[in-house]
Structures are given as structure tokens and as C-alpha cells.
């Protein structure tokens, strides 16, 4: 086994022990024999479990920045784009069913959330980046979201961030509630969709 790959393997299995058991109960030894290696090998490969850690954080933060919508979508700039996706209520139900099942189903994304939601308390820069992706970026995207709408006549003038918290608060608790009860997906997927097109119904101008 070549010297990358098991620093991916080493990667791999502390993820899955850090986000069912939490950083500070996995010890080295737990994920070399996850990986099948011996401690001494792992420590060739990370100098310690804090390394692992904040490579994994990297890891997760550049997957997000370039996968996550709410991440990369700039709403100020959106009209200026030429690919700019139709905003229709269905559209707009497409688009947030779309990144909902990106968050549930990617394994690293999942996993990374399930690590965060179980670290935040125990570790201020992760609580950081919990409330950053779980909480700051969403309402940010669903802010602007709202705000071209408004500015493209499809919703009535209103407060935004209000409006955007009404959008976005309910399905982040939903996606919650998959992250402890998966088999409600299909339950949770029908709620989002019924809370969409009320929401553009309410606020239709």
C-alpha cells in the first residue's frame, strides 16, 4: 500500500470514528487498527490526531466551497450572469431539493456535519465553522435569494432576512431531523416542497 493512499485510508476512518464517537474519544490506536496499520505507521503519516483534525476541516471547507450553492452563489452578481438558473417557485424547489441531497448523501459532507454538530461544544474554531456553514451562509444565501426576487418582481417587498429566516430555518431543522431519523427523507422532502410553494404563495406579489 503506497504512502498516499494510506494517508487517505487514515483520513477516511478517523472521519467515520470522529462523527460517531466524537474527536476527543478516538484515540490513535482506534484508527490505526481501523486502518490496519500500526500507530507508528500512522505517525509517519500525521504527527498527531490534531493533524488529522485540521486536515480533515481543510479537506471538508474546500469540498464546501466548491460544491455547497451556498456557498459560491453571489446574488449581488446574479443578475449579471449568463447561466443563471430560472427562479420559478419549481425552480427554486429543485434547487434547494438538489443541495439538501448533497448534504444528506455525500459521505463526507454528512459525516463532516454529524462531526461538527458533535464537536461544537467541546471545540471553539469548529463551533465557529458550524454556525458559519449550519447558520451565517445559509440565511446570507437565502437573504440575497430573497432580495432578487424582490428585485425581479417576484415576491412583494417585504423584510428580507425575516423572510429568508421563514424560508430557510424550517428545512435546516428538517435536514436535522434526516441526520437522526433517515428513513423520514422521503417525509421531509414532501414538507420542504409543501413549505416552498406556500412560501412564494404568501409572498407573491
Not at 445559509?138 to 417587498?157: C, D, H, P, Q, S
Amino acid at each position: 500500500m503506497d504512502r498516499g493512499n494510506t494517508k487517505q485510508e487514515i483520513l477516511e476512518a478517523s472521519l467515520n470514528l470522529f462523527s460517531v464517537q466524537g474527536f476527543e474519544a478516538t484515540s490513535i490506536s482506534q484508527i490505526a487498527n481501523a486502518v490496519g496499520i500500526r500507530k507508528a505507521s500512522l505517525y509517519s503519516h500525521f504527527e498527531s490526531k490534531q493533524a488529522i483534525l485540521d486536515t480533515l476541516v481543510k479537506a471538508v471547507l474546500d469540498q464546501y466551497a466548491e460544491r455547497s450553492i451556498f456557498a459560491r452563489v453571489d446574488w449581488d452578481k446574479y443578475d449579471d450572469t449568463e447561466d443563471k438558473q430560472a427562479l420559478t417557485p419549481d425552480e427554486a424547489e429543485q434547487m434547494i431539493l438538489g443541495q439538501i441531497g448533497y448534504i444528506l448523501h455525500d459521505p463526507h459532507i454528512s459525516k463532516a456535519r454529524k462531526m461538527l454538530v458533535m464537536e461544537q461544544f467541546q471545540n471553539p474554531e469548529l463551533a465557529k465553522l458550524q454556525t458559519k456553514q449550519n447558520y451565517t451562509d445559509v440565511m446570507r444565501y437565502f437573504t440575497g435569494f430573497v432580495k432578487y426576487l424582490i428585485r425581479n418582481g417576484v415576491l412583494a417587498e417585504d423584510d428580507p432576512e425575516i423572510m429568508a429566516a421563514q424560508l430557510c430555518l424550517p428545512i435546516s431543522t428538517w435536514i436535522n431531523l434526516c441526520d437522526r431519523e433517515p428513513d423520514r427523507e422521503s417525509e421531509v422532502k414532501e414538507l420542504i416542497n409543501r413549505h416552498i410553494l406556500q412560501f412564494f404563495r404568501i409572498y407573491k406579489k
